[in-house]
């Protein structure tokens, strides 16, 4: 999940500076405001680029306490902010400000739960860890390795997935962390992390925990991504202003986006498998999408869940692929419908985790040269460390 979230706008007063179009703007109508605020759901607008004070998306902390309470003690979340403000900082994605963090650039809800997460998360011993970048196809990996892993406990028909989204059924401990729950069932020894290898909390390799890693084109996960946020623009502004394709690949060839650098966040994981392949697997979305069947069986043996002879004879690997293909899972109930994490500032509508779901979306909107010059960067980018989007 890329972890922007409808409630995480925030409300615009008169004029913004609108980051990706430099431009001065006045800027929505009283009726178009009073619609954002009232449901958590949809979203309000942002600005950046103003002065801290004037228009700074969360309070700080001592912002926070005017009123009377001066000496109220400082909230876990509190506690985080305040930290994350003497941290660089970009507002270049308009909906919050993205903090950068061990090399990394995080919206600033997600790095609350990211440093929740490094001083909390205990793994389960037995735990697997999804790990990816936002958008390379989490939802899809969740929901086969959930499968994989739950197929003695439930028939066909009892499947969780057919009433519960991915999301819900492998959590995010960072998101759980950062609203101290815990969302998980501690029967399935699954959680999942968009947290780059080298921040990931030092409970993870204490505990020798398996990490499942998933990445993309990096083409298509702009795309994915660019859709996506602009899905949390309100609806009747002109999204361009905000949130307009060429500036977003301009910011994303220069790293700055959320979880990334893109390259970063991939080779962390690429290294770590390289060095330990019985800990780390690696996938890749494109491979995923071309031999499902095949891949199911790496992942399955990776986890500890091998298919056996039996099952191989019932066709149960094609059938855990065809229930988590992309038409199926779009059209289960669990997915057109309802929300993901309800009433926290985590709020995405599970029909957002559905898109496309194919490889080269990217031709629909770059031109030759924007394909070139970020495949170029990319392969520089990786360039020493063994892996390749191109030349696999
Ligand atoms: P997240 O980071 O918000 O969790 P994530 O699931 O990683 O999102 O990525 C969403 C992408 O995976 C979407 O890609 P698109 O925008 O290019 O379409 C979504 O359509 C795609 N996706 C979701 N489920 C599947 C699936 N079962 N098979 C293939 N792709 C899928």
């Not at 500076?17 to 800027?27: E, L, M």
């Not at 003690?73 to 308009?94: A, C, H």
Request: net charge negative.
């Amino acid at each position: 999940m890329d972890l922007v979230y409808g409630n995480m706008l925030h409300a615009v007063p008169t004029t913004v500076v609108t980051p990706q179009s430099s431009k001065n703007i006045k800027t929505m109508n009283p009726t178009l405001i009073s619609q954002w605020n009232p449901s958590p759901r949809v979203p309000k607008i942002v600005q950046s680029r103003q002065p801290r004070g004037i228009c700074n998306a969360l309070p700080l902390v001592h912002e926070a306490k005017e009123g009377g309470e001066a000496n109220a003690p400082l909230t876990p979340q509190d506690k985080y902010k305040e930290i994350m403000s003497r941290f660089p900082r970009r507002d270049d994605w308009v909906l919050q400000p993205l903090y950068q963090y061990q090399g990394f650039w995080y919206f600033q809800d997600y790095l609350i739960g990211l440093l929740a997460a490094q001083e909390n998360f205990k793994p389960q011993p037995s735990d697997i860890v999804i790990c990816t970048y936002p958008k390379t196809g989490t939802t899809w990996l969740k929901a086969l390795a959930y499968t994989i892993v739950t197929r003695s406990r439930f028939s066909d028909s009892e499947n969780p997935l057919l009433i519960k989204a991915p999301h819900d059924c492998v959590p995010f401990f960072e998101i759980d962390a950062a609203r101290n729950t815990s969302n998980r069932d501690p029967q399935v020894p699954l959680v999942a992390t968009h947290i780059p290898y080298t921040s990931l909390p030092t409970s993870i390799s204490e505990s020798g925990c398996k990490l499942v890693y998933l990445c993309r084109d990096p083409k298509d996960v702009l795309i994915s991504m660019w859709h996506f946020l602009r899905g949390k623009l309100p609806e009747g502004i002109d999204k361009d202003t905000y949130i307009n394709l060429n500036n977003s690949f301009e910011i994303f060839c220069e790293g700055i986006a959320s979880n990334g650098p893109y390259w970063d966040h991939v080779s962390g994981y690429w290294k770590a498998s390289v060095e330990s392949p019985e800990k780390v697997l690696f996938l890749v979305y494109e491979d995923l999408k071309k031999d499902t069947v095949s891949i199911v069986r790496k992942l399955a043996e990776f986890m500890g869940y091998p298919f056996t002879p039996e099952e191989e004879t019932r066709g149960v690997v094609q059938e855990i692929v065809e229930l988590c293909s992309f038409d199926s899972l779009k059209n289960l109930k669990a997915n057109t419908s309802g929300v993901y994490s309800p009433d926290s500032p985590y709020t995405i509508r599970n029909t957002e985790f559905f898109r496309k779901g194919t490889t080269g979306d990217w031709k629909n909107y770059f031109n030759e040269e924007m394909a070139a010059r970020l495949d170029q960067i990319i392969e520089e980018k990786l360039n020493g460390s063994g892996f390749s989007f191109l030349s696999r």
